[in-house]
């Protein structure tokens, strides 16, 4: 059958990069949706039905995409200004044994929490400090992972929203300053992973390292060549406001400055449309203002003070004055305490109020009507930090009471001691539980967290520095436990032959999920596509060879697993750049420093960097980084190769 | 304080940087001036000549006398700074004391055309001392790379061969020249990104990193005329008053694509047929198994668009005979389709225009070395 090729074209394309899971994503739609108000034609292109296949640069400006739809057709589109849409990895600069099974992106380790039954004590090391590592490594500790470390390097300034620093403290995370140094396999399903901080080589026993980042200071929006309208454009926020808020924020901006860019690009003619042209300045002005005040966030970002377990006078008041905490209302009835003091984009709890007691403005922030509020505690629910309470401070009595959240897998009970712990998670005393309100009913579900709204009576001097619950003593005996069952219902487990052993896994669950659970992850399952661009998670199975992400465990299956290979066995893979061509860094500084390269495309050309298998998914942002350190202009580049990995053609 | 020199070259690609080599290889102070940021983003130089894609012309026969190893090894290695490393049938698999791995292979291959009027293209051959090898049947059939006789074979497949035609590691070849000159010339001398480009009287003038910059040339500018310089050149002569100098430039895109083969392709044929060439693709040292195979064609009309993919899967399942062909690589480059030649325009700043500064590289080092000389002269 001939191939089928349909032509195209729009002012603005916007297309999905290889690898992206959301599409289209919040900042795509703020794009697409402001250059259409300004009379410009877009195309988006993505998702299932419609692989982009790579991109061609026009001379001049703009490019043309290839795009495969779900009938083999080809469609060739145009855009005078392109832009590709990517959702980058996220790995950190190369460090012995970074290569291993054990080191997973921040996507794959929230997929894994999300459907698998992924072992993660008794420890997990998140490297980075930004929001999400701290939301990922609050959750872990709310499941019962005993430990969980935030890393980063000494020196570098705190990434994330200090609601999430303090939520992370509270449940007993901690903050570790150093450089990855090793991570080896102690033993199954363990490892040994090593940091270099200022005191030395520090140990840890983990179960898995998470690479959060961020690793790199990027605004997420390159154009290469220079003033060609060929952009790359990155969607790195989570799935829901809620895991993000940040994320969101960012990424809408993102594509609204974008947008604004593009728009002045392409519209030359602006004499009958002189309001669109205002409405164009309006939303630069916004964009770059709200930008600043990120920028500004992440250059200096806000911590409370303490002298010993209490608050500095400086940060109690700040905590006091702040507009979101009630002023007398608390001292007649319950009312809501909205503690988020640093300057942050977000209003989810405004959102989920439901008497609109909650306000932002500009020029307060956040600030809270009492007179509306109800106490209902919508607030404290939809909060991702967790940073709402509920306070009551009767005038003249010697306890107060503190309605809090709490997340954890086994629930308190009527007239319990709970331990009060303060904004880092240190313990100031004990509280008594008064009673408590499910948020997230009980199910049978393996390992499930419960979130529970908990009314507290504590010492009256506690009630504004009072900002956790632990449990005090044993987790309650096997009949009180909330747990349910140990099998989850919905699913039953099915007998297959992996790798020459027996073993039971959940029938139609991803062959790549299994592998993890198993503990037989290989290096090349980490990036856990999903649609199998990256080509890289490849099995035999039943004798035929099949990728691990697109494969259903079923019933007597056989799978088999490469061998490890060499590579995969090296002792030392610290300098090891691109894994499937087995390039290393000074591989590709030789290279640059004998040839005097000063093109990454030359670099990149003649090293073969992203000619691998996995082009570059894995090697192209540590290789930046490179470049960047060697003095090499890599910031804006953007790796043009068409097309993006294998495409078969039948004809 | 204007830059001053003896000749300013514009231009991207090999040319002016063979050029630039020239000239200080004579004594002379030279400016280099590209409009991109990378030296070879326009990519305009093919790793071998595009030959045979028509009739058999007078020009054609030169054009293959200079692929010829020894000739091409005559035109390249003097103007590249190392080692070009030989490969070729024979060769392979022999020791030898050094060898420069990292170095340009120059491959040669014998190079089978299937034209269109066979015995008529074998006596132009002929006639040209060419010397073609006729073979037919599965003889030519497995000589043409990738083509999968297994699966039928065209009784009527006939071609004509010639031996020890050349093709080049472009990449590595082009840099190693770079790296020369830039370890000759200084930064301020080797100027990317440039724009707005102005010949007065008093000089040269143009925007470098958005800066201003003033320049003096001595004997003149040297323009390497490629596409990205196309625009520049006709405002210029409009401006002269020399609008009919230049001829016009049809254009032609050219296509290179990188197919995976299931089959291992021989490394020592290039195979031609009447829409493309195909050889397998090696860099360097060529290593077991061959399993790319490049495919060089013209694009007709747009770059990648439905004529292309008909054109190349034609190629590839009703010659190649293969069902389905999995694509690597694709790389265009749209070159200007004129014969090669020299223009001059007078004035304060004498400005000298080179054609066929694109193409096969080997013709455009052999024409960018012949101009740099003649022009000094």
Known sequence: MPIQVREGSFDVLVIAGPGVRRWPGLGVRALATLCAEMDLSVGVFGGEGLKVKGVLPLSGTGGVALVEDSQGRIHRVEGRALIRVIEPIGFPDPFEGWLSSALLPLETALQLRKQGQTIWTPAVAILGTGNRA?????????????????????????????????????????????????????????????IQDEFGIRVLEVAWVVAAGPFSKSDGVREFPPESLLFEMEQSSADSVSEDPEGWALEEQRGRALAVKICKALSSDWTDRRAKKDQLEDELRRSRL??????????????LEFIGKWTAAPSSRAIRDFPGAPRQEQSKRTVASIECIEDVECGICQTACPD????????????????????????????????????????????????????????????????????????????????????????????AVFEHRVRVEVPAHLAWEARGLRRAGEVPSHEEEWVMSSE??????????????????????????????????????????????????????????????????????AVQLDAPSARSQQQDDSGMLCPCLGITREDVLARAREGRLSSPDAIRQACGIGDGRCRGRICSEPFRRILLEEGIAAEQWIDWRFPWSEWTLSV | MPL??????????????????????????????????????????????????????????????????????????PEFPGAIEVWSRESAGLSRSFRDLSAPFLRARQWNWIPRSHDD?????????????????????????????????????????????????LERYRNGVLEFVQTRLSHERMLTSISGLEVLDSGLRFLHEGSAVQARAARGLWVFWTPRVSSWLEKFCASRKQEKLLPA????????????????????????????????RIEGEPREPWLELNVLMPAA????????????????????????????????????GVEPGEWKIEGAVPVRILSGCEGGVIGVVDRAMKFASRGVA
């Not at chain 1, 709200?290 to 911590?303: E, G, H, I």
């Not at chain 1, 086994?410 to 008064?434: D, T, Y």
């Not at chain 2, 001053?4 to 070259?9: G, P, R």
């Not at chain 2, 009703?318 to 062909?325: A, E, M, Q, V, Y």
């Open chain 2, 4 to 77: 001053e020199c003896d000749v300013a070259l514009l231009g991207t690609g090999l040319a002016p940087l063979l050029a630039a080599q020239s000239l200080l290889r004579q004594g002379l102070s030279v400016l280099l001036l590209n409009p991109d940021h990378d030296f070879f983003r326009e990519n305009s130089e093919l790793p071998l000549e595009p030959v045979f894609l028509g009739d058999v012309e007078p020009k054609t026969i030169e054009v293959i006398r200079r692929q010829h190893l020894d000739r091409a090894r005559d035109i390249l290695a």
């Open chain 2, 301 to 336: 009309g747009q770059i990648a668009g439905a004529e292309s993919f008909l054109r190349l899967s034609r190629f590839v399942q009703s010659f190649l005979n293969w069902d389905r062909f999995r694509i690597r690589d694709l790389r265009t480059r749209t070159l200007l």
């Open chain 1, 134 to 194: 701290l939301m990922l490594g609050a959750e872990l500790l709310e499941s019962g992972v005993p430990e969980v470390f935030c890393i980063d390097r000494p020196g570098s300034p705190f990434a994330g929203w200090e609601v999430h620093r303090r939520r992370f403290e509270t449940l007993g995370g901690r903050f570790l300053w150093g450089a990855p140094y090793r991570l080896a396999k102690a033993a199954r399903m363990l490892w040994d992973f090593r």
């Open chain 1, 488 to 557: 989850l219902s919905a699913s039953t487990k099915v007998e297959v032959q992996l790798r020459n052993d027996k073993r039971l896994l959940r029938n139609g669950q991803p062959l790549a999920l299994a592998l993890f659970e198993t503990g037989l992850a290989r290096a090349e399952d980490r990036l856990l596509c999903r649609d199998g661009s990256c080509g890289l998670c490849e099995v035999v199975v039943d004798g035929v060879k099949r990728l691990a992400c697109r494969t259903q465990v079923h019933r007597g299956m």
């Open chain 2, 121 to 169: 293209a074998y006596l132009r051959l002929l006639e040209g001392g060419l010397n073609p090898l006729h073979s037919s049947g599965l003889a030519a059939a497995r000589r043409f790379p990738g083509y999968n006789w297994q699966r039928g074979l065209d009784p009527a497949f006939q071609a004509l061969g010639l031996d020890r035609l050349v093709d080049i590691d």
């Open chain 1, 290 to 303: 709200q930008m600043r005040r990120t920028l500004k966030r992440r250059d200096q970002p806000f911590s």
């Open chain 2, 249 to 280: 430039t049809p254009g032609i895109a050219w296509e290179e694509w990188s197919l995976r083969s299931r089959d291992p392709i021989d490394p020592s044929q290039v195979g031609i047929s009447q829409d493309a060439l195909a050889w397998a």
């Open chain 1, 356 to 447: 609109s007691a909650i306000l932002i403005s500009r020029e307060q922030g956040r600030f809270l009507d009492e007179s509306r509020c109800t106490s209902c505690g919508k607030c404290l629910d939809a909060c991702p930090a967790k940073i709402p309470v509920l306070i009551q401070e009767l005038e003249g009595h010697p306890t107060a009471q503190l309605t809090l959240t709490y997340r954890g897998r086994h629930a308190f009970r009527q007239n319990e001691l709970a331990v009060l712990l303060n904004r880092r998670g240190e313990a100031l005393g004990s509280g008594k539980v008064m009673d408590f309100v499910e948020v997230t009913p009980a199910g049978d579900a393996v390992g």
